[in-house]
């Protein structure tokens, strides 16, 4: 079942609006709410805090944050783009350049810089290289969803 239900209700045929209030006949669009709204903090980092960079995924790090649930770690992340500090808002975008999610990240675009790529352990000063908690992550992509 979709978020909405359509049947057509044309404004020519006679008591549309009063067939409509009382419930006569399959006439309308019924929208029901999303399953699993978002809390309020997710909505803000997905829509309302301006960011400051973007980070370019893999494969595997989409695949881990959209369908695993996960954070973004430093080794899924094969570009970054502008300058932020810890806590600041970034783009997430796939290899095709493609929204995938928003995020707030845990370590500024300097320190993201010399760890690219680089597997847990090998970075000092970011442990266990997670470059933006999965609570701190909000998927945006449409397969998502």
Known sequence: MGWCNHNNRSATR?????????QVGE???????KPNPLPARKL?????VQTKGQ??????AQEAIEKNGGSLLAVGVLEQHGEFD???AVEILNED???????LVSCSSSE???SLGENVGETEGMTPNEV????????????HY
């Not at 980070?55 to 595997?60: E, K, M, P, S, Y």
């Not at 992550?137 to 449409?142: A, G, P, Q, Y």
């Open 14 to 22: 006679h008591n549309v609006v009063a067939d409509s209030l009382h």
């Open 97 to 103: 350049s493609e929204l995938v999610a928003r995020g």
């Open 44 to 48: 803000w980092i997905a829509f309302a």
């Open 55 to 60: 980070l370019v995924i893999d494969r595997g």
């Open 112 to 114: 993201l810089k010399d």
């Open 132 to 143: 933006i908690h999965r609570d701190e992550l909000v998927i945006l992509s449409d397969k």
């Open 27 to 33: 006439l309308g669009t019924i929208v029901r709410p």
């Open 86 to 88: 810890s806590g600041d």
